[in-house]
């Protein structure tokens, strides 16, 4: 790309306001990998602060926005899919980010991540999946693995659990996509790829939460954690021949990662903008 | 004269839509709800001729999320609901009172608890309206009588909500939403609309919600360089949260304050004829109808009655009411509900006045004959 931005260059502090320093995430926690993942990759692609709209929701991953040297609003929880529609509608000319987790995607605001999906608006939603209510002390989220501990499933859980990626590409996601924090370069192509999709863009990223859930499961510090996420990856090219992930809606033990859904779908400000031109053209002509 | 093109035979909630366009409204979300889903349907068909956007979304709670998204963005945007929507609008209308997001909200209000009756007027949220968020928060309702008040109020909810930055809510009942009458039509360019005060002071430095001498903060809009924070959570006058007991406090104080300071910009009511009142009838919307044919009929028979109407309802003119009931032995407040705007009333009534209530909640409005015969009990 002739705007793009070399890679050697990429300075995090250009993207951060270092005034809200030190952030307050633990020690272990891999949303801050996740975050420079995808300042990297706004990097790259050279887009304006001005013009970007980190739109976030509640939980640990909602709080990292405010790190973030742009327009940053953290509003309610699983709600931000909803203000940034509003928002991505309203203003096109805004490049709008949604961060999100899996208790506030998949749970709470499950029904706007399905809508997002099928609509197809231009906005890139990077959910950060710990498999945990970190914020809250630890509780079960829709991603928990069975038999994990947490605060709300002491003798292990019994709830199957979500495929975040499977759920996004049925209900008519253009752009999937999964990570872990580990691959961070890749992680960082991810989002860059996601960030110039024209649509609705969904990236999972597999994030380590060390203190309230490794802890209690046994996993070992951050790196231990990071790298059993890592073993039980799989590319993507593992996956299906057309590149499409499973029909299963429930994450199998082991996960592709990479592009795993792609394909060129209507934008929805696109088709609503000539809609109204094909409407004003109509009543114009009588 | 009149002609179709000034004067329109419209329903209320057309009317709504009307005005809502005739104000600036470039935004819309909104989902179908008895007896409000003809605003969203008319907003479908008006906002595209004019440069706005209509969506319908996935379910109440996103159509007010996205209204507060695009009021983010810098634009007067609305949505409009009934009973069980408006409940479910709550959390996401704190947010734009915790954080000065500028919108505004219609409930057409119909019979409840819960499911209720959604084809039969009621008056039962006039307390939701005010305290259905949590916490302390500030907002502004409005309580129209007529089709031409429904437009002419959410004209002015439009210009409230952008000058003081407060969440405005449009409250009418059921009857007023579907009941057909003549609106006149504003003349292009008649209109004193206003927009929300956008920053322009250097982005070095800005604070987002600095304590300015109105109490209202400029406001940043995304792109014009000023790259602030916007949260929920109780926050500095740089947008950053802050759970520092004395910034907490100065917040919440600037916020009420800023209620306080701009009464005159927001406060309107009606007083009919109190000055020598023996009876008042304190009442709003369709209720305030039929106290007006009784009062006509009451007067005519040499009867002392006067209205007072509040078309702010929150905050309560609680000094115009104390004006217009000085020399009242009674105030009569019809309501169709058990009994919430008498609360508020007794409240602000001298001890000695005699408050009585006259409610229905069988999703019947009150005729004029029941207020006129309940004065006639009283005055026995």
């Known amino acids: 790309m002739d705007s793009s931005n070399s890679a050697d260059s990429f300075n995090i502090r250009d993207y951060l306001r270092l005034e809200m320093f030190p952030h307050f995430l633990c020690p272990g926690c891999g949303h801050g990998i996740a975050m420079r993942a995808l300042l990297w990759a706004v990097y790259e692609l050279d887009i304006d602060k001005d013009k970007i709209a980190i739109v976030s929701g509640i939980g640990c991953s909602g709080r990292i926005g405010a790190y973030v040297d742009a327009n940053t609003f953290h509003t309610t929880h699983g709600r931000p899919l909803a203000y940034a529609t509003g928002l991505a509608l309203a203003r096109p000319d805004l490049h709008v980010i949604v961060i999100t987790g899996d208790g506030d995607s998949l749970a709470i605001g499950g029904n706007h991540l399905i809508h997002a999906c099928r609509r197809n608006l231009n906005m890139t939603c990077m959910m950060l999946n710990n498999e945990v209510y970190g914020m809250t002390g630890g509780q079960a989220s829709p991603t928990t693995s069975e038999t994990r501990y947490t605060t709300t499933s002491q003798s292990g859980s019994i709830e199957p659990v979500f495929d975040a990626c499977a759920l996004a590409s049925a209900a008519g996601a253009s752009f999937v996509g999964r990570e872990v924090t580990v691959h961070t370069p890749n992680l960082k192509d991810l989002l860059r790829d996601a960030l110039d999709h024209n649509g609705f863009s969904f990236v999972e990223v597999l994030s380590d939460c060390t203190e309230v859930f490794g802890r209690k499961n046994n996993l070992g510090e951050s790196p231990e954690m990071i790298l059993s996420q890592k073993s039980k990856m799989r590319p993507s090219s593992y996956g299906s021949a057309n590149g499409n992930i499973v029909d299963e809606p429930f994450r199998p033990t082991t996960l592709p990662t990479g592009i795993l859904t792609h394909k060129e779908r209507a934008e929805y400000g696109d088709t609503y903008r000539a809609h109204v031109e094909k409407i004003s053209g109509s009543v114009k002509n009588g | ?380």
């Open chain 2, 1 to 380: 004269m009149q002609s179709k093109d000034t004067h329109k035979d419209i329903q209320g909630n057309h009317a709504c839509a009307l005005g809502a366009i005739a104000a600036g409204c470039k935004f819309f979300a909104g989902y179908p709800i008895t007896p409000s889903s003809e605003i969203a349907e008319r907003m479908s068909v008006e906002l595209p001729k004019n440069e706005g956007t209509f969506i319908q979304m996935e379910d109440e709670i996103a159509s007010m999320g996205a209204v507060v998204g695009a009021s983010m963005g810098g634009i007067k945007s609305m949505t409009a609901t009934s009973g069980p929507g408006f409940s479910l609008k709550q959390e996401n209308l704190g947010y734009a009172s915790g954080a000065e997001i500028p919108c505004v909200v219609v409930n057409v209000m119909r019979g409840g608890p819960s499911t209720g009756m959604p084809t039969r007027p009621a008056q039962g949220d006039i307390m939701q309206a005010r305290w259905g968020t949590h916490g302390d928060h500030e907002i502004i309702v409005l309580t129209p009588d007529s089709v031409p008040e429904i437009f002419s109020e959410t004209i002015r909810a439009f210009n409230l909500t952008e000058e003081l930055r407060v969440p405005v809510i449009v409250l009418y009942d059921e009857v007023l939403g579907h009941l057909v009458e003549t609106v006149e039509m504003p003349k292009e360019g008649s209109l004193d609309l206003k927009t929300r005060k956008f920053a322009q002071s250097p982005a070095e430095d800005f604070l987002p919600y600095k304590e300015t001498d109105d109490m209202v903060p400029e406001f940043p809009r995304p792109g014009d360089g000023y790259r602030t924070h916007t949260t929920g959570l109780t926050h500095q006058e740089n947008g950053f949260p802050t759970q520092d007991p004395k910034q907490v406090d100065r917040m919440i104080k600037r916020m009420s304050g800023k209620m306080d300071m701009h009464k005159d910009v927001y406060e309107s009511w009606e007083a009919l004829e109190c000055d020598d009142a023996d009876i008042v009838i304190c009442a709003i919307g369709i209720s305030a109808r039929a106290a007006r044919g009784a009062l006509k009929s009451l007067r005519a028979q040499g009867q002392k009655v006067g209205l007072f109407r509040p078309i702010t309802l929150w905050p309560f003119p609680e000094d115009a009411l104390k004006a217009a009931t000085k020399s009242a032995k009674t105030v009569l407040v019809p309501e169709l509900n058990a009994g919430q705007m008498i609360l508020e009333v007794e409240r602000h009534c001298d001890a000695s006045t005699n408050v009585v209530g006259l409610n229905r909640i069988d999703g019947e409005h009150i005729e004029p004959a029941e207020i006129e015969e309940k004065i006639k009990e009283l005055v026995k």
